[in-house]
């Protein structure tokens, strides 16, 4: 009985050689060392997606740190007060403000300068520092320990 359809080992070996188009020397046009090319290849392909994504996650972290450095406070302290004032921007979003929306950037920078100076106050106290919350904290530093002292007035 004769089946029709093409032959699985030609298709096979187009498969390969398609991966492989491009490559150099043997790699390209011999099968037994496409195939070894073409599955390193594809391992070196699923590495690099990953990678990709760290390295972009590394980048905004060193936009983030160098817009934040210019406002005086630095990258932890501005990503822990972003969460204590429950702003939920990412990273990404971060950066890309830090690059074309500088204002926008020195106003959170304010936000989570003024959240860290008024430990436990929340947003709405640390937007508003106009006198009219029900309690002030004043930050004293002091030089034994290099702990901030806070003092109610």
Not at 6 to 19: C, D, E, G, S, Y
Not at 124 to 135: C, E, F, I, K, Q
Request: a positive charge; charged letters at 25%.
């Amino acid at each position: 009985m004769v089946r029709g359809g093409p032959a699985n080992r030609l298709v096979k070996r187009a498969k390969i050689f398609a991966l492989t188009k491009g490559f150099r020397g043997k790699a390209k046009n011999c099968y037994s060392i496409a195939v070894r090319a073409a599955h390193r290849s594809l391992q070196h392909a699923y590495r690099g997606r990953r990678l990709k994504k760290r390295d972009m996650r590394t980048l905004w972290i060193q936009r983030i740190n160098g817009a934040v450095q210019e406002h005086g406070i630095n990258y932890s302290r501005f990503m822990h007060s972003m969460v204590k004032c429950n702003i939920q921007l990412n990273r990404k979003v971060l950066s890309e403000l830090a690059i074309h929306e500088p204002r926008t950037f020195k106003a959170l920078a304010e936000v989570a300068k003024n959240a860290h100076l008024t430990a436990g106050r929340g947003l709405l106290n640390a937007l508003n520092d106009s006198g009219n919350t029900p309690y002030q904290t004043r930050v004293v530093m002091t030089k034994t320990g290099g702990k901030a002292m806070e003092t109610a007035v």
